[in-house]
């Protein structure tokens, strides 16, 4: 119901009387056409119905319909759109329009303005349902009990409008989606993913060669059928012309289709992107060729300088644009992260920056080194995290040279986890022992849970350390619990199911 304030037709006692206010009217339009952001803000507050003006009503409608379309709000598209308008045009056309943004701040008080409209729209409402009630009250044979009953209607459905726009939709409102991947199971369409690892391990590479698939329509490293698009890439380490390019070129990929956003025109010359400030910027440039995947890499590179990466509402507040742009105009965004110096094994921990970057993300990527590989060239792309579904197979892949570039060979899956791939062993105690211990311990584990006490004095008569059980633990994935209450509770070891679904 509090989507269906209206002003159309007031009624002749009423008539101009009717409280409104075409300033702030006038004032939250152009606020969006200085700055299309300011769109979320309003429609938080306000519907199409709450503006008196007529025109002002038309044109928020339109304003609303560019921006679900993934199309910028700027004075050449309204135009276009309201030029056979006959409502605008009576208002003076595009004179009317370019007057709208006059003298706006960047930084206008949109939510000021709209709760204005806002309200005077409820007053208007209360007004229309006033009149309704009075002249039933004044017909000659009005039923008193049929009076009362549709003034207790009317007055029950200006309530939810007193209390102002109710934000949200109901939840039987909401078409059912199927989850839909760039990459089946691994990078979902229309979210962020974070892709994790130490330098050198082939990151970079590893997301041209995704985007080399994507924009010649490949299939993907698994085989799965690849999904055919334009690609956008921010990449600031590796030069276009002779790094990122001629990589592209030797993994195959539609150049034509792929777009290289490094710098930006700005007053001083060039500089990076910055987000969430230049969104827009990106976001055009990834229309013009269609993108469907958007590589941002690395994301510290991109974030805005006043943004503390460490911070957990800083980073959300940053990132929270860029997923909602991507799931607007549905294109996976793979975010590229360096890991920190922690010896923490868990992955999710291991990322640069505030936990809230991987929370922000639908699914988590790592690289690591194969253990099993004695040449150390073999790497092992790992999920780490999936809120969409159970965790996929890790994929063994090889950088190798390739007409004077290099070029990405994948063999097969791996059974190593992300969590195995950052158990790295300390000095004088070689992987082999790590796997040892927790091969150990799953055999004392697997007929069910055993007291930590016990398993630990176990492991220490097979020769195990206690800091190689602690990593052993880590890597076949070791539950503790406490059993029991008071004194006589004790710590109990249990093994978590494997292949266990993860969901958020």
Request: proline share 6%; glycine share 10%.
């Amino acid at each position: 119901m509090a989507d269906q304030r209206t002003n159309s037709s007031a009624p002749d006692f009423i008539g101009r009387l009717l409280p409104h206010n075409a300033e702030a009217e006038r004032n939250l339009l152009g606020a969006v056409l200085v700055d299309n952001t300011h769109l979320q803000t309003a429609e938080s507050i306000v519907v199409a119905g709450d503006f008196f003006v007529v025109p002002f009503r038309q044109i928020f409608t339109v304003m609303q319909r560019l921006y679900c379309e993934g199309q910028t709000i700027d004075l050449v598209t309204l135009h276009e759109v309201l030029q056979d308008n006959p409502v605008i045009r009576d208002a003076g056309g595009v004179a009317f329009l370019a007057a709208l943004g006059d003298g706006l701040p960047r930084l206008a008080p949109t939510a000021q303005w709209a709760r204005i409209v806002r309200d005077l729209s409820v007053r208007r409402t209360a007004a229309h349902i006033g009149q309704a009630i009075t002249n039933d009250a004044l017909e000659p044979d009005a039923n008193v009990e049929e009076l009362v009953k549709r003034t207790q209607d009317r007055v029950a459905a200006l309530n939810p409008l007193l209390s102002g726009h109710i934000p949200g939709v109901l939840a039987s409102d909401v078409a059912i989606e199927q989850v839909e991947w760039i990459w089946k199971t691994r990078i979902p369409l229309g979210k962020l993913t974070i892709l994790d690892g130490d330098p050198g391990l082939g990151k970079s590479a590893l997301s041209l060669d995704l985007a080399a698939r994507i924009s010649s329509g490949s299939p993907m490293p698994d085989r799965t059928p690849g999904v055919e698009g334009g690609v956008l890439i921010l990449n600031v380490e590796d030069g276009e012309a002779d790094t990122i390019v001629p990589r592209l070129a030797a993994m195959g990929a539609n150049l034509n289709r792929i777009r290289l956003l490094k710098t930006i025109p700005d007053s001083s010359g060039e500089r990076q992107p910055e987000i969430p400030a230049d969104l827009g910027i990106i976001e055009r440039a990834a229309k013009s060729v269609d993108a469907r995947f958007i590589v941002i890499d690395p994301l510290m590179a991109f974030l805005n300088g006043k943004t503390n990466s460490f911070r957990d509402q800083d980073v959300r507040r940053a990132l929270a644009p860029l997923a909602a742009m991507a799931e607007r105009i549905r294109m996976a965004i793979l975010i590229v992260r360096h890991l920190n110096k922690a010896s923490d094994g868990n992955p999710l921990y291991r990322g640069g920056g505030s936990i809230g970057i991987i929370g922000a993300a639908r699914c988590g990527l790592l690289v690591g080194r194969d253990p099993d590989d004695g040449t150390g060239d073999a790497r092992i792309l790992a999920v780490a995290k999936t809120n969409l579904g159970p965790l996929p197979p890790s994929l063994r892949y090889s950088i190798r040279p390739e007409g004077g570039s290099i070029r990405v060979e994948w063999s097969g899956e791996s059974t190593h986890s992300a969590a195995a791939l950052l158990a790295v062993p300390e000095e004088g105690e070689s992987r082999n022992t790590v796997e040892e211990a927790g091969e150990f311990l799953e055999s004392i584990l697997e007929d069910g849970p055993v007291s930590a006490a016990e398993a630990q004095r176990k492991a220490k008569s097979a020769g195990f350390k206690k800091r190689t059980v602690d990593r052993a633990k880590k890597l076949i994935g070791v539950k503790a619990r406490r059993s029991g209450f008071g004194k006589g509770s004790e710590w109990m070891w249990e093994l978590t199911p494997k292949n266990a679904d993860e969901w958020s």
